[in-house]
């Protein structure tokens, strides 16, 4: 067990005032009055890389400044458990083809008990992020807390036979956590159901204001020029993103806009085995391609260069095939930055068509290279579907409106905590 440290990120709630106001700040204080003292444990897979590590490290702190006394534990394992777990994520995502062995169900619960084990699982609410640590549950044997599986993936068209292996730990919570209604299997009764979206932290270094001269520097270590158009993406590696598709768009923009440059960014994180194996082929693929960046953490690339490319980008693009919710797409938006997405997964939530950003069809890399044209050559477009996206984002994408939403939660789930019998 591994318990992550999110000191460096530790803040008040009074420090979101001026962006959310004081009437939102009373409102989750008198929730959290309810709750104060409530022990909150939340287990996940990895503590950075993704979206699941990016709203923890905010919400955890944000949580204990308003009086919840919140852990987040990390699960111990091995690269052949992360390399089935994140076939179990692709299958759950729709792809029909992957098919677990009996080797690969009974190494990914051996982890899971012996992980039940050791992880600190004494508490009020204990969330379970994902599939990585979700029948560690089956392994439980007594237990007064409720337990809530927190899926941020696009469960609409899982593959059947891997949700049949997973489905009879999900029954076992008390309650369920999605980010979107078609998001919930319909195939699942019995416990608690609650809708709750993504956020982004605006005071992280990820998403604080940063000053043009500290922008300037992070491109001129990268060699990108700040006064030629930057068409950027903020994503990991990995095929439900559509890097190569990435790149055919960006193919098809610099035949009208010759001096554009391609910045793609992303992280390694330990629980994404494919990672790798997805940055070499975008390499690949882009190879005799000018003005194209590829870069990484192995290159220096963390959360404040990612903010300064995200500030400095003319256009950022997100052509997702699947996506849980899509945090970059937020990001990019709080920084008036405007984006052209697909119509895949939450990414819908957060881009109003023609209002907050463009969202084209899956694949058509056409239309997508229309629209970052038309953005590229019309400026006072951009500014203002940027300026639409971050009000967009305050109003609905914030921490401080999750935190909020989280509290509800907890009231409910805690107040029936003393009522229920202990599983024995």
Not at 109 to 134: R, T
Not at 274 to 289: F, I, N, P, Q, S
Not at 380 to 385: C, F, G, M, N, V
Request: glycine residues 6%; charged residues 25%.
């Amino acid at each position: 067990m591994v318990e992550v440290n999110v000191s460096d990120f530790s803040r008040s709630l009074s420090d979101y005032e001026p962006i959310i106001g004081s009437d939102e700040v009373k409102t989750i204080m008198s929730l959290a009055e309810r709750v104060r003292g409530a022990k909150v444990i939340h287990v996940s897979a990895t503590p950075y890389g993704g979206g699941v590590a990016e709203i923890l490290k905010s919400l955890v702190p944000l949580s204990r400044s308003v009086g919840l006394n919140v852990k987040w534990e990390v699960i111990v394992a091995d690269p052949d458990f992360f390399r089935t777990t994140k076939r179990i994520h692709n299958a759950l995502q729709g792809d029909m083809e992957i098919k677990l062995t009996e080797e690969e169900i009974h190494h990914y619960l051996e982890v899971a008990k012996k992980n039940a084990s050791e992880l600190d699982l004494e508490g009020d609410v204990v969330v379970i992020h994902d599939p990585q640590p979700l029948p560690i549950i089956k392994f439980v044997t007594k237990r007064s807390s409720s337990w809530v599986w927190r899926c941020h993936i696009d469960l609409a068209n899982p593959n059947p036979s891997v949700w049949t292996i997973l489905k009879p730990y999900v029954l076992m919570y008390d309650a369920l956590v999605f980010t979107m209604e078609t998001y919930v299997p319909r195939d699942v009764k019995g416990p608690k159901v609650f809708i709750r979206r993504p956020s982004i932290d605006p005071l992280s270094p990820k998403n604080k204001p940063l000053s043009p001269s500290e922008i300037l520097r992070v491109l001129n270590r990268y060699d990108v020029d700040p006064d030629r158009p930057i068409l950027g993406q903020v994503s990991r590696f990995d095929r439900w993103k559509d890097p190569l598709g990435v790149i055919d768009t960006f193919k098809l923009v610099k035949e009208k806009i010759p001096d554009a440059q391609l910045v793609m960014m992303g992280v390694f994180a330990y629980d994404d085995p494919e990672g790798v194996k997805w940055y070499r082929r975008t390499v690949k693929y882009a190879e005799g391609l000018k003005d194209v960046h590829i870069l990484t953490d192995h290159d220096g690339v963390g959360d404040y260069e990612v903010n300064a490319f995200q500030r400095a980008s003319t256009v950022i693009v997100q052509l997702s095939i699947r996506e849980g919710f899509g945090l970059v797409v937020s990001e990019a938006l709080w920084k008036g930055t405007p984006v052209v997405a697909t119509r895949a997964g939450g990414i819908p939530l957060q881009i109003i068509d023609g209002v907050t950003g463009y969202l084209v069809d899956i694949r058509d890399y056409i239309t997508a290279a229309k629209r970052v044209v038309e953005l590229m050559k019309r400026p006072w477009l951009a500014r203002i579907l940027g300026s639409n996206g971050r009000e967009h984002v305050r109003r609905n994408f914030l921490i401080t409106r999750l935190l909020r939403d989280y509290l509800r939660m907890h009231i409910d789930l805690v107040s029936n905590v003393a009522t229920r019998p202990q599983l024995r």
